[in-house]
């Protein structure tokens, strides 16, 4: 309850954090496990928006990573069932990013990424009518539950339990969902007389979700060669680099398990290895292979073979399945990530550089500009003093002619100098070129600052960078970055920044740049 009472609290005090900070901010909820969602399990909750005023009216929307069937109403209420089959067993939790945005009509938005983690849901086994069991006399009877009748939807390996009480003496339902039984004359003739149904529960692992099944014995006098049962049941699988496949294996034969020899394959593909298929018990198998980025050789688009699994019993009898494959070409996308991400964040790192440079030679351009129109007004006081000077030369010098003629001289020598530099303004600068070099770097800045903002936002996401446009972006933005006349030239070549190029520096320049959390 405290607990509960204090995130309350911080809840509460965020958006007046806010506020005394001057800027908005999209808020998450406080919930513990907010952003973990189940499969098939719908999940809602509010986002709403702290900032310098509360009034302001923000319409929420998604930009970028919808999902389907994922909502997000103008109000800020998120709702999502995420779909069976998103996360697969083995994975357990994926994440899925979303950028959120906020914006009013007056102009005001604000983006935040959201990361929402889908976990797993397991679902119970399916079990649907068997094919009977017809059962020789005389004979180890096998049967094979197969895989396409009883399976489970996300792949869980599955154990078969029998009800013990309802089974025939001498009969065992093996946990692969094998049955055997050597029934005694007295069990045939009346297994002849009438059918007998055995019920049995399928449990997945590790999950231990049941579900009941029952299957028919029925005599006959037909003989069961050996066999093999494939899960998934295939006989084309098609894949890409990369990809990982697990083919299960399931061993039978009429005279008893003991009688299996021999389990192996031949292929017509000098890369496959015999390592990857796993012996698990004496009837039971699986082939576990993922063909690396260099098994299709470019400018191939795909490779295609097959492999011969086989099983020999003791009296040299046989069953072969053929599994064909289709191994695609693919892009190695976690490479190609990596090095858009590189490519993002020094296209960011080289607008910041050139903000900051741009900054410094702003502020150099003000100071030499406000020295020159001081220097001015200094000159023209002068000017006017020297020429009064001048006016009084008679009524100082009155009787003295060399006193006057000196004075009327070196005053005129100082104005006409004056006048000199006053035609120039300041010497070696003009204070119009200085004005127009001053406007160029002003222009230049928020031109950098405008477009940087748009390529951090629009390229925030992986996903985004994937896209064709991504590297026109970049020659876009570096176009924009290229100085012309004479500010271009001034610029120090060996100039380094007074701060270190880190993400966090970066991103108060471009506030949506996402370097750092990729």
């Not at 005694?184 to 149904?197: M, V």
């Not at 098609?238 to 990982?244: F, G, H, I, M, R």
């Not at 104005?415 to 204070?431: D, P």
């Not at 500010?487 to 108060?508: G, M, Q, Y």
């Amino acid at each position: 309850m405290q607990i509960q009472k204090l995130l309350l609290v911080l809840l509460l005090s965020i958006p007046s954090l806010l506020r005394a900070q001057g800027e908005y901010q999209i808020i998450f909820p406080f919930s513990k496990d907010w952003d973990v969602l189940k499969e098939g399990q719908k999940k809602e909750f509010d986002l709403i928006v702290g900032g310098p005023e509360d009034d302001q009216n923000f319409i929420f929307s998604i930009t970028q990573g919808k999902q389907i069937g994922m909502k997000l109403d103008s109000t800020g209420h998120f709702s999502w069932t995420p779909d069976y089959g998103l996360v697969d067993r083995i994975e357990r939790r994926k994440l899925y990013q979303i950028l959120i945005e906020a914006k009013t009509d007056s102009g005001a938005f604000v983006r935040r990424t959201m990361d929402l983690v889908v976990e797993h849901t397991n679902r119970p086994p399916v079990v649907n009518e068997l094919k009977p069991f017809y059962i020789q006399f005389n004979t180890n009877n096998t049967y094979q539950i197969e895989s396409s009748l009883v399976y489970d939807e996300d792949n869980d390996p599955l154990v078969f339990i029998p009800s013990i009480e309802e089974l025939p003496e001498g009969l065992n339902i093996s946990s692969r969902g094998e049955v055997t039984w050597s029934p005694s004359f007295t069990q045939f003739k009346k297994l002849q007389n009438e059918p007998i149904y055995i019920h049995f529960s399928v449990e997945d692992q590790p999950s231990k979700s049941q579900t009941k099944g029952r299957l028919k014995l029925a005599p006959t006098q037909l003989d069961l060669p050996p066999a093999i049962t494939i899960v998934p049941k295939v006989d084309l699988i098609e894949l890409k680099e990369s990809e990982t496949i697990n083919i299960g294996f399931y061993l039978s034969d009429p005279n008893g398990d003991e009688d299996i020899e021999t389990f192996d394959f031949l292929t017509n593909h000098p890369d496959i290895r015999k390592q990857d298929l796993i012996k698990n018990t004496p009837n039971q198998y699986e082939y576990i292979w993922s063909p690396d980025y260099s098994f299709v050789q470019d400018p191939a688009e795909f490779v295609e073979f097959y492999i011969d699994f086989f099983v020999i019993d003791k009296s040299q009898l046989r069953a072969v399945r053929r599994v064909n494959f289709k191994v695609h070409n693919a892009v190695n996308e976690e490479e190609i990530d990596k090095k858009n991400y590189a490519l993002y964040q020094g296209t960011m790192t080289r607008g910041w550089e050139l903000m900051e440079q741009l900054k410094e030679k702003e502020e150099e351009l003000k100071k030499a500009y406000n020295k020159a129109k001081k220097g001015k007004k200094h000159r023209s006081i002068l000017n006017a003093s020297l020429g009064a000077t001048t006016g009084l030369s008679s009524i100082i010098a009155k009787d003295r002619a060399n006193l006057q003629t000196t004075i009327s001289t070196v005053g005129g020598t100082t104005v006409l100098t004056i006048g000199t530099l006053e035609a120039t303004e300041v010497i070696g600068k003009s204070m119009k070129d200085l004005l127009e070099r001053l406007n160029y770097v002003i222009e230049k800045k928020n031109e950098i600052q405008t477009k940087g903002d748009i390529f951090a936002r629009d390229y925030s996401l992986k996903s985004a960078r994937r896209d064709n446009s991504f590297k026109k972006s970049i020659d876009s933005f570096l176009s924009a970055m290229n100085l012309k006349g004479i500010v271009a030239l001034e610029l120090d070549a060996a100039w380094e920044s007074k701060k270190e190029a880190t993400d966090k520096n970066i991103r108060k320049t471009f506030k949506d740049y996402s370097g750092g959390e990729d």
